[in-house]
């Protein structure tokens, strides 16, 4: 198990850093002056509750001296060979300054879990990240690698339906809520096709569940739970 850190993702190729979403990061020249010739995967990050200025730090086109804030995080080594702790091992002779490797803790039992995950949260972090460590590479999504996170509920107001993109193009792709402090925000996450096609009603009160509050009063990675009981 590893902390989940809150940063921005960033995917090294052997020459430029890469976002989530696949556009090139304008990281300084200094700051990847010394990466590794091969691929690492990882978080740009600075500390815990900081995720408004790691990302004004790192989606600037011209990046600004804050940058040396920034380190990259990195919990794997894509396409290399062997299991998790192989793979990582391959990073040790770029780790400094920059580059850190994220530390893995054996998990003993399930009581160990929670009290990592319990300790991780007093100190502000996001969450755990459980991984076997004898699973050899895979390029998505795999139940070898887990996020546990506590989340926290509330109810807000259906205000709009939007159109998604992609996959969920033509139907609905997230849904625009107000909560009772008359804050907005968007929930695009926990819906089924079948919601995605019948959208709960504009008007109709929901739950959903949300890891915290940002420092603007939205709520952090919101997700659509239920149609709230009498709607």
């Known amino acids: 198990m590893s902390e989940k850190l809150d940063g921005i993702r960033a995917y090294w190729d052997g020459k430029y850093l890469i976002s989530r979403g696949g556009n090139i990061i304008h990281a300084p020249k200094w700051f990847t002056k010394n990466y ?36 990259h995080n990195i919990f794997e080594v894509p396409h290399a060979k062997g299991g998790l702790f192989k793979r990582l091992s391959k990073v040790k002779p770029y780790e ?54 506590n989340f926290k509920d509330d109810e807000c107001m259906v205000m709009a339906h939007n159109i998604g993109h992609g996959k969920y193009a033509n139907i609905m792709g997230s849904i625009t809520c107000k909560m009772d402090n008359n804050i907005t925000f968007k929930i695009g996450s926990g819906f089924s096709d079948k919601q995605r096609k019948y959208p709960p009603a504009i008007g109709s009160l929901i739950t959903f569940k949300y890891k915290e509050f940002t420092k603007y009063g939205k709520p952090r990675f919101p997700v659509f739970l239920r149609v709230r009981n009498g709607q």
Request: charged share 40%; no cysteine.
């Open 36 to 71: 590794p010739p091969f691929e690492i995967d990882g978080e740009l990050w600075t500390k815990r509750k900081d995720f408004e200025n790691i990302s004004s730090i790192v989606r600037d086109k011209v990046p600004s001296d804050k940058w040396r804030e920034i380190t």
């Open 96 to 149: 400094g300054k920059v580059i850190k490797i994220i530390p893995q803790v054996k998990i003993k039992d399930k009581a160990h879990l929670e009290k990592f995950l319990k300790g991780i949260e007093a100190k502000g972090g996001e969450g755990v990240v459980v991984r076997d460590p004898t699973a050899l590479y895979i390029d998505k999504r795999t139940n070898k690698a887990l996020k546990v996170k």
